[in-house]
């Protein structure tokens, strides 16, 4: 019934930046682990990134130290800083909330429908 919408998404040169946003549809008042995964072409979905209710980050390898994950409020839920894009970064991403309490449910695993990025010269 929630529903999660990315944006912030497009194409950028190497070495640029792209701040990702995700908004709910409806307020979510307390949410778990929230996370962005991404898929690229030709490999399956993967964790690119995730905080915990008190804010604690967690990264995969590959983006450590470029990106930034930050939580938001009950709508614009969580974002992502990604600094420094490579090429490898280019793939679907999607944010996801472990577990959202809203004003009249709680759903488990929400995911958004994804946005491109895209990074080349």
């Known amino acids: 019934q929630v529903q999660l919408v990315e944006s912030g998404g497009g194409s950028v040169q190497p070495g640029g930046s792209l701040r990702l946003s995700c908004a709910a549809s409806e307020s979510i008042f307390s949410a778990n682990v929230m996370g962005w995964h991404r898929q690229a072409p030709g490999k399956q979905r993967e964790l690119v990134a995730t905080?915990?209710?008190?804010?604690?980050?967690n990264y995969a390898d590959s983006v450590k130290g470029r990106f930034t994950i930050s939580r938001g409020n009950a709508k614009n839920l969580v974002y992502l800083q990604m600094n420094s894009l490579k090429p490898e970064d280019t793939a679907v991403y999607y944010c996801?909330?472990?577990?959202?309490?809203?004003?009249?449910?709680?759903?488990?695993?929400?995911w958004g429908q994804g946005i491109l990025v895209t990074v080349s010269s």
């Open positions: 905080i915990t209710s008190s804010g604690s980050p």
């Open positions: 996801n909330v472990d577990l959202a309490i809203t004003k009249t449910a709680r759903y488990l695993e929400v």
